[in-house]
């Protein structure tokens, strides 16, 4: 399908960069193909940037600046609300958008884009309550007051998976605090990034507060080198790999940016001996299979308790094995086609690996293509049992519908094991013992914990990690933070 035939609101189909208000091209009038990734088939083209768009668009979101910081709070929130309207009304167009370059059925869609909106509302409902501090005095006739302030021109860099919620939880946050954005979406999902902004502009945000610049894979490290280097931009929102992260804190210690780093995982979900079993079943298939295993919070290793292992092996298998694979927009798809095809080859790498060096193949363990899942990136949903920690897949992140079975024998064998990896972003289990669910909780290393619970993110709540799944929050109070100078006013001579 061809994003011209897909029948959407002709002007939310953005070919441009959209940068101080006006849509254009890139200087060097390159371009770059977007490809629906269940044919291979071009579907649009957009501009191929370079560090020169991403300066024109710092230059653009430092002149809207000034008078956007100085708004009141109580004005952003009110755009930002125009803005989770207009999204709310286009669910339809942008869902189509999202799952014809990115490849997630259409229901999973419909739900990102529900869930990339409540952050907009969310955050509008969170700008009026940057609240400041008085300090009671510690010498007399002195006010200590803290106040907090917009830090200025944000650069939100974003992946592919979620093309609108990664992009909708960096630019209301920022927006909301007083911020200019300046984002560059993946190069396999640039449409739904400039739908975004579109709407943004719909929604009457002043020119130069909602910037985007989009780029291919090859020329995405040059655009942002830009942003990297320019003392104006004081803050780097990332979501996206561990590697390229840690290239970004690099590239902006010469100005010491802030930065938010929402970066790769390497979850654990453990089931033990207590569990209950098709509750565990049922939460890892939410947890797994959303987006076919492309998501941050996928569980990569699934501890089960020898006790129970051979009882949840088959209930799991039954639920994967019926789970149906084809585009996104055939009702009843549930596994859309991989991003692309390195995707697809990383992971027939791990699975190869994996049943070379023992593990047990239960179902699925090939690509698919038949007359329904017809391209070349579609892959079987899988499981695989006994798997060990010499696995490729027991250290990478696969990001793929493939669910590994590890056997283990205790909690404290279990909990070492969870927490054996650089990564910190989620982790799940399943007990019905109150003590252990305090104890477990506690002990496993991660940003978030889902305690008999497949499905947590939610924009009230903060989602990140630690170790090197990064730092900084997205969502719930403590995202407007991220965004935020505080800054401590102490006046004299007032005795
Ligand atoms: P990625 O390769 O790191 O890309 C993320 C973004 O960075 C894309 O816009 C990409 O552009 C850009 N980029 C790539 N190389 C760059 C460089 N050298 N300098 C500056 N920007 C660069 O990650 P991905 O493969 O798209 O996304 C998957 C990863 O994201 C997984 O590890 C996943 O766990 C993680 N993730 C984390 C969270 C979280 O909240 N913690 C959420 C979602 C995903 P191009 O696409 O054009 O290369």
């Known amino acids: 399908m061809s994003a011209s035939s897909m029948q959407v609101r002709s002007d939310l189909l953005r070919e441009q960069n959209f940068i101080g208000g006006v849509w254009r091209n890139a200087r060097e009038d390159a371009w770059l193909e977007v490809v629906d990734p269940a044919s291979g088939k071009g579907i649009a083209r957009v501009p191929d940037s370079g560090a020169a768009d991403a300066r024109d668009a710092t230059r653009a979101a430092s002149e809207a600046l000034p008078a956007w910081r100085a708004t009141t709070a109580r004005y952003r929130a009110q755009l930002l609300k125009q803005w989770h309207v207009r999204i709310v009304a286009s669910t339809e167009d942008l869902a189509k958008i999202i799952s014809l370059e990115q490849g997630k059925p259409l229901g999973e869609a419909r739900g990102e884009v529900a869930y990339g909106a409540s952050y907009v509302e969310w955050f509008a409902e969170e700008a009026v309550r940057a609240y400041g501090d008085i300090i009671p005095a510690v010498v007399a006739g002195r006010r200590m007051m803290v106040v907090k302030e917009p830090l200025g021109v944000v650069a939100a860099i974003t992946p592919w998976n979620f093309p609108l919620a990664m992009l909708a939880r960096k630019a209301a946050p920022a927006l909301a605090a007083g911020c200019t954005v300046v984002a560059k979406p993946a190069e396999d999902t640039p449409l739904t990034a400039l739908a975004l902004a579109r709407l943004a502009e719909e929604a009457g945000l002043p020119a130069g507060t909602m910037n985007v610049v989009t780029a291919s894979r090859a020329n995405a ?275």
């Open 221 to 495: 490290a040059g655009t942002v080198a830009a942003w990297l280097a320019d003392s104006r931009v004081r803050k780097i929102t990332f979501t996206g790999s561990t590697a390229v992260g840690k290239e970004l804190a690099r590239g902006s210690a010469d100005t010491l940016k802030k930065l938010s780093l929402e970066l790769g995982g390497n979850a654990p979900f453990i089931v033990f001996e207590d569990a209950d079993i098709k509750a565990a079943v049922e939460g890892l298939m939410r947890a797994k299979f959303r987006n076919g295993g492309q998501t941050c919070v996928s569980p990569n290793r699934v501890y089960v308790h020898d006790a129970v292992y051979k009882e949840f092996a088959r209930q799991l298998v039954a639920r994967v094995a019926a789970l149906r694979v084809g585009p996104a927009n055939l009702p009843g798809s549930e596994i859309g086609p991989m991003i692309n095809f390195r995707a697809v080859e990383k992971i027939e790498r791990h699975v190869r690996d994996a049943v070379a060096r023992g593990a047990t193949l239960l179902t699925g363990g090939q690509p698919v293509q038949n007359e329904i899942a017809a391209g070349p990136n579609y892959y079987a949903p899988t499981v695989l049992g006994e798997a060990t920690h010499s696995m490729a897949l027991a250290s990478e992140e696969t990001f793929g519908p493939v669910v590994a079975l590890f056997r283990f024998r205790s909690e404290e064998e279990v909990v070492r094991h969870a927490n054996d990896t650089p990564y910190g972003l989620a982790a799940y289990f399943y007990s019905r013992d109150v003590s252990r669910i305090c104890r477990v909780a506690e002990r496993l290393e991660t940003g978030i914990v889902g305690i008999n619970e497949g499905a947590f993110a939610s924009e009230a709540a903060p989602f990140g990690g630690i170790k090197e799944s990064g730092y900084g929050r997205e969502g719930s109070r403590y995202g407007l933070d991220e965004f935020l100078a505080t800054k401590y006013l102490c006046q004299g001579g007032l005795a």
